[in-house]
């Protein structure tokens, strides 16, 4: 069974079910697809959770108590604003291709919601390709150069054609499941005992919630 995986660094929810995908799938004969899918990029405005109590209030009380029930550490990062997240991507893409996109995905996602790293920052950036293993100048030199922007941009072409509008999104076949949900959710829906579901998500003007 393959699964695109519709997402962005910058979306909690996605934090959120990168863990919960992968538990829901252990003993599975499932492989994950990453889909890079950003939420803003210049000259679309960044969102600022820091200078939002809202924001921060739902954080203590939705994300936070769904990371504690996964087992995972969360915080919500003290950067101000969230960062971009296109050279993030490019260094996925980066990753990916050297075999590596799920490992660095994962120490994108923990540098972010654990450690409050700005991610958007090429010294983060390199420390965590050197963390997973992989050519730290070589990986610098492709950001830089952006000679991937045209394969990064080909995945917005993806979620159009699956009118992803939301993350974390994903596709099992033609089956649409947007929205963040437990592991025994997404358990049911990988073993087709439950054919939909439509859980908490963020939308492209950085709202997050139900």
Same mark, same amino acid.
């Given at each position: 069974?393959?699964? $695109?995986?519709?997402?962005?660094?910058?979306?909690?929810?996605?934090?959120?079910?990168?863990?919960?995908?992968?538990?829901?799938?252990?003993?599975?004969?499932?492989?994950?697809?990453?889909?890079?899918?950003?939420?803003?990029?210049?000259? $679309?405005?960044?969102?600022?959770?820091?200078?939002?109590?809202?924001?921060?209030?739902?954080?203590?009380?939705?994300?936070?108590?769904?990371?504690?029930?996964?087992?995972?550490?969360?915080?919500?990062?003290?950067?101000?604003?969230?960062?971009?997240?296109?050279?993030?991507?490019?260094?996925?893409?980066?990753?990916?291709?050297?075999?590596?996109?799920?490992?660095?995905?994962?120490?994108?996602?923990?540098? &972010?919601?654990?450690?409050?790293?700005? +991610?958007?920052?090429?010294?983060?950036? +390199?420390?965590?390709?050197?963390?997973?293993?992989?050519?730290?100048?070589? &990986?610098?030199?492709?950001?830089?150069?952006? $000679?991937?922007?045209?394969?990064?941009?080909?995945?917005?072409?993806?979620?159009?054609?699956?009118?992803?509008?939301?993350?974390?999104?994903?596709?099992?076949?033609?089956? $649409?499941?947007?929205?963040?949900?437990?592991?025994?959710?997404?358990?049911?829906?990988?073993?087709?005992?439950?054919?939909?579901?439509?859980?908490?998500?963020?939308?492209?003007?950085?709202?997050?919630?139900?």
């Amino acid at each position: 069974m393959k699964i $695109k995986v519709f997402f962005d660094y910058v979306c909690p929810f996605c934090y959120l079910e990168f863990y919960a995908l992968r538990k829901a799938a252990e003993g599975m004969d499932v492989e994950i697809e990453l889909y890079p899918k950003e939420l803003r990029r210049p000259p $679309k405005p960044k969102v600022d959770p820091m200078h939002d109590e809202f924001r921060r209030k739902r954080f203590e009380t939705v994300l936070k108590p769904a990371a504690e029930r996964l087992g995972v550490p969360m915080e919500l990062p003290w950067i101000s604003p969230h960062p971009y997240t296109t050279d993030t991507f490019l260094g996925f893409l980066f990753a990916e291709h050297e075999g590596k996109g799920m490992e660095y995905t994962k120490a994108v996602f923990d540098a &972010f919601y654990q450690d409050q790293l700005d +991610i958007g920052e090429m010294p983060v950036l +390199i420390r965590i390709a050197e963390q997973v293993g992989l050519d730290a100048k070589a &990986f610098e030199e492709e950001i830089r150069s952006q $000679k991937r922007m045209e394969e990064l941009d080909s995945y917005q072409k993806w979620a159009k054609a699956y009118e992803v509008e939301s993350l974390p999104t994903m596709v099992i076949g033609e089956e $649409k499941v947007v929205g963040y949900h437990e592991p025994d959710t997404y358990r049911k829906i990988l073993e087709e005992k439950m054919t939909s579901a439509e859980g908490m998500h963020c939308d492209a003007d950085g709202n997050c919630g139900f």
